[in-house]
């Protein structure tokens, strides 16, 4: 049997528009704050709300966008966000108060928040279903990659050029995520919406959410909470343990893990089913936050990134396939809002209870409740999902005997 195409000229261009959106996304996830309270004159709480505010819009506007790229088409849709997305850097330049800048914040996240919804709707529809969990962990691999070079290009554009440098490059990457969604040839509906029908969305909940996938939302939501201790804090953390030259090579070697275990578990996902992959990948994520909590070199330090790296970075891609495979084919959009809004409030909430509690502990600490936190994961994700996965696995593999 000929294996069915995975790497087509489109799943190559959407997934380089979701690296280039994303490279902008965590650009600015490091720079904003510092620019805030050096050339805006915020504190850094104030600091704090240009993330808030960013990730406050892309979240209101998914189960909208679901609706309509319906209405629209998933390219429609599409280039009219990463248009709104390059305005708004555009717009960086302009504002000298701090109150300006969270409305472009807000502004951008809305771009953000449409584009990346899109794009998880238009990857779903392009990629074989026999091969739906490599693909899915191929396209999620281009967050993963983002994640890394997005924030050492951004603090290397701010220390060494200055901040207007820092914005042209914004600028830059955010034309080639447009110029990217413009390369995918995506099937459009054959109907024509009227251009008045994006004010006509509708409020009931099955239209801004679809439920399907809001159980494996809030299992990854879960486990988000543990990952923001991860982003948020993990290079305080090296500095507080003295190996601070290593924290800048973190989530590169996390980075070179997911590049070299993707091939396997995105296969393994399809062949095996979710539950193979997803609880081994748990154990890796709880070893990973462990032996972090117990560091005191830098081998040992990137050592715990890698496998923190095979943990998560598995259990991401594996959890957004789950949401779009349990959707029915006109929901997948909807689906993909849902699951990126759930998670996306998980990551808030895990930044603001995190915060909280390094207060009132030291950070080894805190990476040891993380790794019991993420063990706790097991029975979430069994009751949420893996129960029901094992029986479906266990279903299908008895109508193929039979058959």
């Known amino acids: 049997m000929n294996k069915e195409t995975l790497w087509t000229k489109n799943f190559i261009s959407v997934s380089a528009s979701n690296f280039f959106l994303f490279v902008v996304f965590y650009f600015l996830l490091v720079t904003m704050p510092v620019y805030a309270l050096q050339r805006l004159g915020g504190n850094a709480t104030e600091a704090g709300l240009l993330t808030t505010f960013f990730l406050i819009s892309a979240i209101i506007i998914r189960p909208f966008a679901g609706q309509w790229i319906e209405q629209f088409g998933r390219k429609t849709i599409l280039i009219s966000s990463q248009v709104i997305f390059l305005g708004a850097s555009l717009l960086y330049f302009l504002p000298d108060t701090f109150g300006m800048m969270l409305v472009i914040r807000f502004i951008h996240g809305i771009g953000f928040g449409m584009a990346t919804t899109a ?10 279903g026999s091969r739906r969990g490599e693909g899915m962990g191929y396209f999620v691999m281009s967050t993963n990659l983002a994640m890394v070079i997005g924030p050492f290009l951004g603090l290397t554009a701010m220390r060494q050029w200055g901040s207007s440098v820092m914005f042209m490059i914004c600028i830059a990457i955010s034309a080639l995520a447009l110029i990217s969604g413009l390369l995918v040839n995506a099937a459009e509906h054959k109907h024509t919406a009227r251009a008045l029908s994006i004010f ?8 801004l959410f679809e439920f399907s996938a809001l159980p494996i939302a809030v299992v990854g939501a879960f486990f988000s909470v543990a990952y923001a201790s991860i982003l948020s804090f993990v290079s305080v953390y090296a500095e507080e343990i003295h190996v601070g030259e290593a924290a800048s090579y973190f989530f590169i070697v996390y980075a070179i893990v997911l590049l070299l275990s993707r091939p396997f578990t995105g296969k393994w996902f399809d062949r095996y089913g979710a539950n193979v992959i997803i609880y081994p990948a748990i154990f890796l994520f709880a070893a990973g936050l462990l032996l972090l909590s117990q560091t005191g070199t830098a081998i040992v330090f990137l050592i715990a990134a890698g496998i923190i790296g095979l943990g998560w970075g598995t259990l991401f891609p594996s959890f957004q396939t789950i949401a779009i495979q ?27 209870i995190i915060g909280w509690a390094v207060t009132g502990m030291s950070f080894s600490m805190l990476y040891v409740y993380c790794a019991v936190y993420v063990l706790v994961g097991l029975f979430v994700y069994s009751l ?14 008895g109508e193929h005997q039979v058959v």
Not at 384 to 392: D, E, F, I, P, T
Request: aromatic share 6%; no cysteine.
């Open 119 to 128: 794009a998880g709707a238009m990857v779903a529809e392009i990629i074989p």
């Open 200 to 207: 006509q969305v509708k409020f009931n909940p099955k239209d």
């Open 384 to 397: 949420l999902h893996g129960r029901q996965a094992k029986k479906k696995h266990q279903m299908e593999k």
């Open 326 to 352: 349990e959707a029915s084919p006109q929901k997948k959009a909807l689906a993909t809002a849902t699951f990126l809004s759930v998670f996306d409030l998980g990551i808030g909430l895990g930044s603001f």
